[in-house]
């Protein structure tokens, strides 16, 4: 994600398809990243680790990204949603 920066992270696909698209509107170029927090590490699984008590809503968090020069930008679209 060169000369990108991080905007927001939120935890559910709704929300970021909103925040995109509101992106989208006012002509920011927007690029997004899934992470899956229950895969474990390079060397943890989470057969070892366990799930007990995890919410399986909240597997996922979306990482929504912009161009270092629309970062203000973006951050005044974000507040108005």
């Not at 799930?51 to 629309?70: C, L, P, S």
Request: without cysteine.
């Amino acid at each position: 994600m060169l000369f990108k920066t991080e905007l927001t992270e939120v935890s559910t696909m709704e929300e970021m398809d909103k925040i995109v698209k509101a992106l989208s509107a006012k002509g920011i170029d927007a690029t997004t990243k899934t992470v899956d927090l229950m895969s474990g590490g390079l060397l943890e699984n989470r057969r070892s680790s366990g799930t007990f008590g995890m919410n399986a809503e909240a597997r996922f968090v979306y990482k929504i990204y912009v161009k270092r020069a629309e970062l203000e930008s973006a951050k005044s679209v974000l507040a108005t949603i």
